[in-house]
């Protein structure tokens, strides 16, 4: 049986996902976490996981079904995460 590891997330991984969490939750602005959870079809803890960046690297379909719950556009999401790598921590 092979096992597959994951390897460590980089500083960059991780700072983007906080990135990425922050864009999400200001974009909720002023509706709760169980409307914007409901809609997008998560739970309220998997919102919350990946508004706090301790989720990094969500899956694709969870971004996007979030986007659409705040009406967010990936391409305005993609613009707002591309980062200077250079920028991040090391």
Do not use: C
Not at 29 to 42: C, K, L, P, Y
Request: hydrophobic share 45%.
């Amino acid at each position: 049986m092979t096992v597959m590891v994951r390897p460590p997330l980089t500083p960059f991984e991780r700072d983007r996902g906080e990135l990425l969490g922050q864009i999400l939750r200001d974009a909720r602005a002023d509706r709760s976490m169980v409307e914007v959870a409901a809609h997008a079809g998560i739970s309220v803890e998997t919102l919350r996981k990946i508004e706090r960046g301790r989720v990094p690297t969500p899956a694709f379909f969870t971004v996007a079904a979030i986007a659409n719950a705040v009406g967010l556009s990936l391409e305005d999401l993609i613009a707002q995460t591309a980062i200077d790598p250079g920028r991040m921590s090391a």
